[in-house]
């Protein structure tokens, strides 16, 4: 057990080595650019560049540069953004980390309760009319882009039929902290959750039908039946409970890259000053270091994630516990 | 053997297919017309790629200008020409800079189209190649390329084309003698393809794991065949109806993947257009003149669904048990 | 006295949706207190014949006629028979390890049977679940309770699934091929199991391909060769001396149960035909040493010193 965990953690580990290696090359080892210039922003002056040069190090061999940029962002967490005056960048992701993750965790509520009900409704009525109806809307759902249905969205709450009686309930665009009002903060993230759920209510609607009726053709079902038991338990208590091991990784991993940034084109469109929205100022004014931190934040966000989805896992299904043990 | 080759019998197999047979017409609409968008822009005599903001128009056979004052009192200044659902100049309306959004929407298709193919053909060569090498050699190549993967997958897919075009973008790539302009569409393809190889590269590579231990495998092994043979005559035909159901899935994720970097302008550089830029153009103006974002928006939505009932009608006829997403 | 036996099988036909026939009209009794095995080789249609009992076939249109304790099971609603499955007719499948849901605990699975048709408490079911597994030589079996289906082994595993089909005491327990995925030793165990409910009043349908399991087990037997019966009776007189050629060469085929063994078993030659290319006359006549012309026509059953036998040699 102590070894299997230990070597999960060194996989772990290496993956995260793995990635900040990545992303730093991304940001300051593409060939034939000077990344100075770009960190310094546009128009920077000649003396802006040279402290950017001798803060960063540019002018040292590409490893040491790489140990000084992870101190920057992990240890000393002092990494400054020059567009910006000086501004530390760390500290403002964590501040918008709340933002992302009441987002988040909003849409994840709509995405699991009505996946999981149009993929069982589904499956129980496979291959009827509602079957056939609720599939095709789950690959509508899915094939939509993101941003564009929020702007539709906006359309209508917030201009055309905002006076209506059905819309008039729609705040302005933006975010109300959960502090200063519980209900502001609900009312405001309805919709772009649920922008931000569409596609995966389709996405994994879909995925549970397939897998339920997958596990319903397993010998186990039908010894269920020859036990006696009804439809409800044969379905619930039987086939969700074989089939939802996919759905749960899925879930997992996809809330992981959803916090860590995912949720940018939705942040931007709704005007929620989360991560992604501070990705998105980063683009507009070039400020490579706040990209750069935000980025790394969310890999490493989704590697820890990852390592707990993999230990929910276990949990879920005995033999791979088992097969994990015996590692 | 029935008649026809094996693709013939395969066409026949999805075209049986109601909903097969309306996606791929509605496909084969978007690229025509997609195709045909310089005749359209001559035919009804507009420049779509010059800004107009002084320019005019003919309605109603009164000439007109295209930037009309503002009607919306919360807004100044001066708002584009609306649709007139008529053929002819401006059938849907200007875009901020006075240029025709019926006719930016059909360029930016060919954009939009060309970039989403080509980036999932590449990404699927790629991820074929990297799936057969991990896949058949096993081992230490699929240790290394398998923890590689990991790493490109967990960095979530859109920072990641983030990141990377904030970093080409606005300066010209050297790499060795070969100079690539930043507003080269190779960069947006190779973006893309980049990001999604771990996502198809991991079918392709489960496949290949199971191709390598088949019999017929085993046993041109035991005939002394060397690995190329063997992973071009063997097993490489035996992958194509994985690659044939992942293409149009992948192309549909690229489209999606182009145009949300479009939208945030890291995509299709100006003046040229796709889907996604013309979206991002429309933002601004999504309360008075709501058609240059939605038309464009639709065609993404038309394409992508057609794309995704494609693929689901090609995994039902030639993979009728596995695939998830 | 009525003396309607507990399971009447008759006229039983099952056809795939395509039309092709899987079963021809099978015709079999199970009486309280008797174990009927119903021998045949793979694709028989044995196993079908299993599953229509229970109501549980895939897909397939059944017609013909299936009584349980004097009341008509074809065509019942699922809701009707749901009080019915596991509690009055229970079922051992061949593969325990694929048969047990592999993720949830072998006593919750069978807790589950028993609280579905008793209103028990938790506790008092899993008293019954400890005591059962218990009975059926189940060690430590407040321990095997707790264990996932994979951490037993297979005996143990077929010994659950026999405490779960005997967990609600049904009248009629059904078991298809129980001991084919066991070795000899736990199957001659499993054998004496069933053999033990029959004396306490059950009926008992054992499906086997394997007439030595009959032999050891069963009071009666039932011969299906390609979904029609080709001979039926009391176990003795059938292995004494079979009428039908394809029961002799099945016995034939099988190794003496004591004595040496010979050096080679005579085989079948050919292969049972595929259900849509099955011959209009006796069905077995393509492999029969004795074929004549008059096979050509489907043979009715005969009866011949307290057995039937479908077979021309029995007209004559």
């Not at chain 1, 009441?102 to 009827?128: E, N, Y």
């Not at chain 2, 003046?271 to 601004?284: F, H, L, V």
């Not at chain 3, 095997?144 to 994979?150: E, N």
Request: charged share 15%.
């Amino acid at each position: 057990m102590t070894r299997a965990l230990l070597s999960r953690l060194g996989q772990m580990v290496l993956v995260l080595f793995g990635i900040s290696v990545l992303i730093f090359a991304v940001f300051f080892a593409t060939p034939g650019s000077d990344p100075s210039a770009r960190i310094a922003g546009r128009g920077a002056s000649q003396e802006v560049l040279a402290r950017v040069r001798a803060d960063y190090g540019f002018d040292r061999p590409l490893p040491v540069q790489y140990v000084r940029m992870m101190e920057k962002l992990f240890v000393t967490r002092d990494l400054t953004s020059f567009v910006d005056h000086g501004e530390r960048v760390v500290p403002e992701v964590l501040e918008a980390a709340p933002v992302t993750l009441s987002l988040v965790l909003f849409a994840s509520v709509f995405w699991l309760l009505l996946s999981l009900g149009i993929g069982i409704v589904s499956a129980m009525l496979r291959d009827t009319w509602a079957d056939r109806a609720l599939m095709g809307l789950s690959l509508l759902a899915l094939s939509m882009p993101v941003f564009w249905l929020g702007e539709m969205v906006n359309l209508v709450t917030q201009s055309r039929w905002h006076d209506a009686w059905a819309f008039s309930w729609v705040p302005p665009l933006g975010y109300t902290p959960f502090a200063r009002s519980p209900k502001g903060w609900a009312l405001g993230l309805l919709l772009p959750a649920f922008t931000l759920a569409v596609a995966f209510i389709g996405l994994y609607a879909r995925v549970l039908r397939a897998e339920l009726l997958q596990a319903m053709g397993d010998d186990a079902i039908r010894t269920a039946r020859a036990k006696g038991a009804g439809p409800a338990r044969l379905w619930l208590w039987h086939g969700l409970r074989l089939s939802w091991l996919s759905y749960v990784s899925l879930f997992g991993l996809d809330f992981a890259q959803l916090v860590g940034g995912g949720a940018l084109l939705v942040e931007v469109v709704f005007a929620l000053p989360g991560v992604g929205h501070l990705t998105y100022q980063g683009l507009n004014t070039l400020d490579l270091p706040l990209i750069m931190a935000t980025v790394m934040y969310a890999a490493v966000f989704v590697v820890l994630a990852n390592a707990a989805i993999d230990g929910l896992y276990a949990l879920l299904d005995p033999r791979i516990r088992e097969a994990r043990r015996g590692l | 053997m029935s008649e026809g080759g094996p693709w013939v019998r395969l066409a026949r197999q999805v075209l049986r297919r109601r909903g097969a047979v309306a996606a791929f017409s509605a496909l084969l609409l978007i690229v025509l017309a997609s195709a045909a968008a310089p005749l359209y822009a001559a035919w009804v005599g507009v420049d779509p790629f010059a800004s107009d903001v002084a320019g005019t128009t003919i309605r109603d056979g009164r000439e007109v200008d295209l930037m009309q004052p503002n009607d919306n009192p919360l807004h100044l200044g001066l708002t584009p020409i609306g649709p007139d659902w008529r053929l002819g100049p401006y059938a849907m309306g200007a875009d901020p800079q006075g240029r025709d959004v019926a006719a930016r929407v059909l360029y930016g298709g060919r954009n939009s189209l060309l970039i989403s193919a080509a980036s999932a053909l590449l990404c699927l060569a790629v991820a074929t190649g990297l799936g057969l090498a991990a896949g058949y050699f096993g081992g230490w190549v699929d240790a290394v390329l398998s923890r590689l993967l990991d790493i490109l997958w967990a960095v979530p897919v859109y920072l990641l084309a983030i990141s990377l075009s904030i970093v080409t973008i606005g300066h010209a790539l050297h790499l060795g003698i070969v100079t690539i302009a930043s507003d080269n569409l190779l960069i947006p393809v190779a973006i893309i393809a980049l990001v999604y190889i771990p996502y198809a590269a991991r079918p392709l590579r489960a496949r290949a794991l199971a191709l390598a231990r088949a019999e017929f495998v085993l046993a041109a092994r035991a005939l002394g065949a060397s690995h190329w043979r063997i992973l071009t005559r063997e097993i490489l035909p035996n992958l194509l109806d994985t690659l044939m159901v992942l293409a149009p899935l992948l192309m549909a994720l690229c489209l999606l993947a182009e145009s949300s970097l479009s939208f945030l302008s890291l995509g299709v550089q100006a003046p040229a257009a796709s889907w996604g830029t013309i979206i991002q153009d429309g933002e601004g103006l999504i309360y008075t003149r709501p058609m240059v974002a939605i038309l464009p928006g639709l065609a993404i939505v038309a394409t992508v669904l057609a794309l995704n009932v494609l693929g689901d009608a090609l995994r039902d006829v030639l993979d009728p048990k596995g695939g998830r997403r | 006295m009525d003396s309607e036996a507990l399971l009447a099988v008759s006229d039983l036909r099952v056809r795939l949706p395509g039309g092709a026939a899987l079963l021809e009209g099978v015709s079999l009794a199970v009486e309280s207190g008797r174990s009927l095995g119903v021998v045949g080789e793979s694709g028989s249609g044995k196993s079908l014949t299993a599953l229509a009992v229970m109501g549980l076939l895939p897909g397939l249109a059944a017609d013909g006629c299936v009584r349980f304790r004097g009341r008509e099971m074809l065509g019942l609603r699922e809701r009707d028979w749901r009080p019915v499955r596991g509690r009055e007719i229970a079922m051992i499948f061949q593969d325990p390890m694929t048969a047990f849901l592999p993720v949830r605990r072998i006593g919750d699975q069978i807790d589950e049977q028993i609280r579905l048709h008793e209103n028990l408490s938790r506790k008092a079911a899993r008293a019954r679940t400890v005591r059962l597994l218990g009975e059926m030589g189940v060690p430590d079996p407040d321990q095997a309770a707790r264990r996932f289906p994979h951490q037993l082994s297979g005996g143990l595993r077929q010994r659950a699934m026999i405490a779960m089909a005997l967990s609600c005491a049904p009248s009629l327990l059904i078991a298809d091929e129980p001991t084919t995925a066991l070795d000899v030793t736990v199957q001659a165990q499993i054998l004496v199991l069933l053999r033990r409910l029959r004396e306490t009043g059950a009926g008992v349908m054992l499906i086997t391909h394997d007439m030595g399991v009959v032999a050891q087990s069963c009071t009666d037997v039932v011969v299906l060769y390609a979904g029609v019966v080709v001979e039926r009776g009391p176990v003795r007189d059938v292995l004494d001396a079979p009428l039908h050629p394809y029961t002799q060469a099945l016995l034939a085929a099988m190794p003496p149960l004591d004595g040496p063994r010979p050096e080679r078993l005579p085989a079948i030659p050919g292969q049972p035909p595929a259900p849509d290319a099955r011959p209009a006359g006796c069905v077995f006549a393509p492999r029969c040493v004795f074929v004549r012309e008059a096979c050509g026509t489907r043979p009715p059953m005969i009866a011949r010193g307290g057995r039937e036998a479908a077979c021309v040699l029995l007209a004559s």
